[in-house]
């Protein structure tokens, strides 16, 4: 049986947006950082989808982790689903078991590397200052990098979306940068996608979302407040066409109902 248009989608995003983030957290996250220093291994993770594998391969080497799409030639681990919806239910923070081949040794640090990207869930509200900055940058990290994505997989409207621009950056950022480490960007161009990290330095932004603080870019993510509520509260700043930051703030909604 096949999964659904939306759940193939979801996956893929999961694959190409969620899961690149996992070196966000090996870098930044001290009980990560550890485990994964000195850990070298190729991790399949996938699910079976009407007779074929929908996967993507985890190449761990002592603290750097290449994320390549498809299943592995070889591989030490393989996390294996009955079904994308199984998987893609795991990945959004329920509970669904796949079968696993290869050394199972290796399944602790991997699961534990799983739960880390909980921490972008909605429902995480770390209290911690530290845990919440790293939240605030691998859900933006994360961001921008699924909305590149969606355009690239073919989504019509964002498609349509990106088709209509010339050359246009979306910047991020929360102050105070450059000390929280904390910004990245889309760019859109005829049509074309790309993400990045950090201040876009070539062209001054189309639309700059500025948070003026980590506590008040949570407050957005964790959707305590809609965004133009956000915005009178002082929380973000919207600096350029405030159509099309509504509009890419309505693609951001679409993408956490997805991965949420």
Avoid at 39 to 48: E, I, L, N, P
Wanted: aromatic share 10%; with cysteine; proline share 5%.
């Amino acid at each position: 049986m096949s999964a659904s248009p939306r759940e193939i989608m979801a996956a893929k995003l999961f694959f190409n947006a969620v899961f690149p983030i996992m070196q966000v957290l090996m870098n930044d996250d001290p009980k990560l950082n550890k485990q994964f220093k000195d850990f070298a291994g190729v991790v399949q993770f996938g699910a079976k989808n009407d007779g074929e594998l929908l996967a993507v391969t985890l190449n761990f080497d002592k603290g750097k982790l290449n994320v390549v799409q498809g299943p592995a030639e070889s591989y030490d681990l393989a996390l294996t689903f009955s079904s994308v919806e199984k998987m893609n239910a795991l990945l959004r923070g329920g509970l669904a078991l796949p079968a696993i081949k290869g050394k199972v040794s290796m399944l602790p640090r991997i699961l534990s590397l799983l739960m880390g990207l909980m921490i972008m869930s909605p429902k995480k509200k770390p209290r911690e200052p530290e845990k919440q900055a790293l939240k605030v940058k691998c859900s933006l990290y994360m961001i921008v990098r699924a909305l590149s994505v969606y355009n690239k997989l073919g989504d019509s409207d964002m498609h349509a979306w990106c088709l209509r621009q010339p050359d246009r950056i979306y910047q991020f950022s929360v102050e105070p940068y450059p000390e929280t480490g904390i910004a990245c960007y889309l760019r859109v161009k005829a049509g074309n996608s790309k993400s990045g990290r950090g201040i876009y330095e070539r062209r001054r932004p189309f639309v700059h979302f500025h948070f003026l603080s980590v506590e008040g870019a949570m407050k957005v993510l964790l959707k305590e407040v809609e965004f133009v509520a956000a915005v009178e509260k002082g929380y973000v700043e919207t600096i350029g066409a405030p159509e099309y930051a509504v509009q890419l703030n309505d693609f951001m909604s679409i993408l956490q109902s997805m991965l949420t």
